[in-house]
T-cell receptor
Framework: AQTVTQSQPEMSVQEAETVTLSCTYD???????LFWYKQPPSRQMILVIR??????QNATENRFSVNFQKAAKSFSLKISDSQLGDTAMYFC???????????FGTGTRLKVLA | KAGVTQTPRYLIKTRGQQVTLSCSPI?????VSWYQQTPGQGLQFLFE???????NKGNFPGRFSGRQFSNSRSEMNVSTLELGDSALYLC?????????????FGPGTRLTVL
């Protein structure tokens, strides 16, 4: 069975600092897609970053970047220069061709401190 | 473009009743997925529709059902409500048949079962 594990239920970081959220997954597929989504308090889920497994280059999106280690099945999210608006629940998600569903991790609640 | 919309935003029902939730995808998106989000279980996949066809279904009892209309709007129905059905129900849409596109989420419907 395909699974996604986020081992850090809660984290905090000082404003302007860097934080890394962990995600590991398990699959026997070779081609798949990984995502980080952000869900701010009482607001809707939005995509932070997307990574295709066949691409060796790590995805980046402004202050957000990933460290994708395919052999280790690890997909961590690094947030640089943390801002108060980054306070949110962060979910790691996974999908493969033909399944038509995302599998989500249990989330990491990130709090950015002023 | 307007985002994914879900109606109603909040619902209060009693045990044994049934409920219908509605989702309008982003214009041009033909795939609609539904998820149940609870504090204990995180995000659990309910079902996915593309061009009025259910392509995948999660591990939920038959009381949970859905459908998609020719304009891509989707509804999900829960019959004989139980206390454990209290959750945030999220709808997400994506543009193509692939099933590996980025999903765009709506704000959710908060269902409370008393």
């Amino acid at each position: 069975a395909q699974t996604v594990t986020q081992s850090q239920p809660e984290m905090s970081v000082q404003e302007a600092e860097t934080v890394t959220l962990s995600c590991t997954y398990d699959t026997s597929e070779n081609n798949y897609y990984l995502f980080w989504y952000k869900q701010p308090p009482s607001r809707q889920m939005i995509l932070v970053i997307r990574q295709e497994a066949y691409k060796q280059q790590n995805a980046t999106e402004n202050r957000f970047s990933v460290n994708f280690q395919k052999a280790a099945k690890s997909f961590s999210l690094k947030i640089s220069d943390s801002q108060l608006g980054d306070t949110a629940m962060y979910f790691c998600a996974f999908t493969t061709s033909g399944t038509y569903k995302y599998i989500f991790g249990t989330g990491t609640r990130l709090k950015v401190l002023a | 473009k307007a985002g994914v919309t879900q109606t109603p935003r909040y619902l209060i029902k009693t045990r044994g009743q049934q409920v219908t939730l509605s989702c309008s995808p982003i214009s041009g998106h033909r795939s609609v997925s539904w998820y149940q989000q609870t504090p204990g279980q995180g995000l659990q996949f309910l079902f996915e529709y593309f061009s009025e066809t259910q392509r995948n279904k999660g591990n939920f009892p038959g009381r949970f059902s859905g459908r998609q209309f020719s304009n891509s709007r989707s509804e999900m129905n829960v019959s004989t409500l139980e206390l454990g059905d209290s959750a945030l129900y999220l709808c997400a849409s994506s543009p193509t048949v692939a099933g590996t596109d980025t999903q765009y989420f709506g704000p959710g419907t908060r269902l409370t079962v008393l």
